[in-house]
């Protein structure tokens, strides 16, 4: 191993994920060669503060501040990618790729907008993008779905793949907090950003199912296709609501692989869901990650962790660069696919179904005039020919005080469409006193 030549990095971005990678390859650098079968050596390093950087890598490292310098510079293997954006993110990365380097990123946005042409320009010019880092961090749930479970036939991927909103929630629950006071703790401690729209919106987490959708169904990166719903409009009076029936919301992505009556495709969905309160995902609390996995042969299997942190996302990162390492002399056509399946495997007419067509078990909270009119409710939804599994009145503890009555309603499974027409029909009923609020209630059952 003495005599093999190091693996060159060069890196653009020496922030949080940047400085925490040159500290775990300089702690463990042995332990990392050794399975590697090579060393890995940060060699230049792109950075805004030339002086805060050699203050993280020292003077062994070059230094500048010109990312493309790092992209086609001639003594580096291998790009990693930790700056964040897309615009210029994309720019250095192609850059790299046409100049023969492989590149290794955490930089979920970037992929889930630009990922597909730049898996395809990687493949014509032979080098490789690893992104384990970008989804869910230490967490290797993409080399899970593209070699371990490489047997299966998938049928869905879910899971809790937003830390900031996950804590927010769980906030909610423990603590009965707002909303707006939740996610002013959040960002207190460090786990929301100044401006948490990506997180809160939902932006993040769409981010980060589409890659994982692709890699589960052999699809191009259907980012632009998702439907994204953030956790900005959920009031605790349905996290309480929700826990009197059993129930937990989290902010979950879901992937589900459809082949029947009601549709033929893939849904592709963040949003806020009643899981069962026994439910493993449920568990899921404050800033961690977790996947669920449904294979054909596998069953359910779960893969929880940190889903941000500097050495976290470090930890994926430099899985990544041994990865790479150990490419010498393999051929691209031997190499794991960038999304799991070989080019000409790849599915371009498999579709996201439209919102219409989802189909799961749904949560109403109807507000009423009259404790009284719990019964009228319920029978007029099933008129409609909504599956009504359940309806009671919302435990008078769990109201805010200048909250009326609330009924609480539990369908079956069925499509997003007749739910819809349900509650816009609804609102315009006499006993109704107010608006409808209406969530998806997922069982995610093995």
Request: aromatic fraction near 4%; include cysteine.
């Amino acid at each position: 191993m003495g005599a093999t030549r190091p693996l060159r990095v060069g890196m653009i971005g020496i922030g949080t994920v940047g400085a925490g990678t040159f500290r775990v390859l300089a702690r463990n650098q042995a332990l990392i060669a050794a399975r590697a079968g090579r060393g890995i050596k940060l060699v230049v390093v792109c950075a805004r503060s030339l002086s805060r950087a050699m203050g993280v890598v020292g003077t062994d490292v070059a230094l500048t501040n010109d990312p493309m310098q790092v992209a086609t510079h001639p003594e580096v293997d291998v790009l990693v990618e930790v700056a964040g954006g897309t615009g210029p993110a994309r720019d250095w990365v192609l850059a790299a790729i046409r100049a023969g380097k492989h590149v290794v990123t955490a930089n979920k946005a970037l992929l889930a907008t630009h990922g597909n042409e730049i898996f395809a320009a990687a493949r014509l010019h032979g080098v490789t993008v690893a992104y384990e880092g970008a989804v869910a961090v230490s967490i290797p749930i993409i080399k899970a779905l593209r070699e371990g479970l490489t047997a299966n036939r998938i049928e869905w991927v879910a899971g809790i793949i937003n830390g900031t909103t996950n804590f927010i929630l769980s906030k909610m629950r423990d603590e009965g907090l707002g909303f707006a006071e939740a996610l002013e703790q959040a960002q207190a401690l460090g786990y929301a950003e100044v401006d948490p729209t990506f997180d809160i919106e939902g932006i993040d987490a769409a981010h980060k199912i589409a890659l994982l959708a692709a890699n589960a169904f052999g699809m191009p990166v259907r980012f632009a296709d998702a439907q994204v719903e953030g956790i900005t409009r959920l009031q605790g009076l349905d996290v309480a609501c929700a826990e009197q029936l059993g129930f937990r919301i989290k902010l979950l992505g879901v992937a589900r692989r459809r082949s029947d009556g009601d549709g033929n495709g893939v849904e592709l969905r963040v949003q806020p869901a009643l899981l069962p309160a026994t439910h493993l995902l449920a568990q899921v609390n404050g800033s961690m990650n977790a996947v669920m996995v449904k294979g054909d042969a596998a069953g359910v299997t779960m893969f929880y962790g940190a889903g941000a942190g500097s050495e976290q996302t470090a930890s994926a990162v430099i899985a990544d660069l041994v990865d790479v390492a150990r490419l010498a002399g393999t051929h691209a056509a031997q190499r794991v696919p960038h999304l799991g399946f070989h080019a000409h495997a790849v599915d371009e007419q498999l579709a996201v179904l439209p919102r219409a067509a989802v189909h799961t078990r749904h949560y109403l909270r109807v507000p009423v005039h009259s404790a009284q009119q719990v019964g009228e409710v319920g029978a007029w939804l099933a008129a409609q020919n909504l599956p009504v599994a359940r309806v009671e009145l919302a435990c008078e503890k769990a109201l805010p005080t200048s909250a009326g009555p609330q009924v609480l309603v539990l369908t079956d499974a069925v499509a997003q469409a007749a739910v819809d027409l349900a509650v816009d029909a609804l609102a315009a009923h006499p006993a109704v006193a107010g608006s409808v609020v209406s969530l998806r209630v997922e069982m995610l059952e093995g």
